[in-house]
């Protein structure tokens, strides 16, 4: 099992940043590949960023490449997402999942993790 706590969510006017963690214990952290994926009122989860086990390969959604950013700490069990150049169409309860894989694998349908964080809102103020 793997048990995965997130903060660093809240309010931010547009154009701003803010950085996301993603904290995990009970298993070796450094087995497990990374991803962050958001859900807004009325539209379905979707995909934002995805990190492998060592950090080397990253995957992101259109939507978000070039302002966030997906980086890992194996040695504080942590994965980030540094979001910057907020925009409004932003705000969602973004969550951080986990799934164990081989080195390299890295993953960007939610189908493919096992494990979730509680979720925390981010708000973009216009």
């Known amino acids: 099992q793997v048990q995965l706590v997130e903060s660093g969510g809240g309010l931010v006017q547009a154009g701003g940043s803010l950085r996301r963690s993603c904290a995990a214990s009970?298993?070796?952290?450094?087995?497990?590949?990374m991803g962050w994926f958001r859900k807004a009122p009325g539209k379905e989860r979707e995909f934002v960023a995805a990190?492998?086990?060592?950090?080397?390969?990253?995957r992101y959604a259109d939507s978000v490449k070039g302002r966030f950013t997906i980086s890992r700490d194996n040695a504080k069990n942590t994965v980030y997402l540094q979001m910057n150049s907020l925009k409004p169409e932003d705000p969602a309860v973004y969550y951080c999942?986990?799934?164990?894989?081989?080195?390299?694998?890295?993953?960007?349908?939610?189908?493919?993790?096992?494990?979730w964080g509680q979720g925390t809102q981010v708000t973009v103020s216009s």
């Open positions: 999942a986990a799934a164990y894989g081989s080195p390299g694998t890295i993953a960007t349908t939610a189908q493919n993790y096992n494990y």
């Open positions: 990190i492998s086990w060592s950090g080397s390969s990253t």
């Open positions: 009970g298993r070796t952290f450094i087995s497990y590949y």
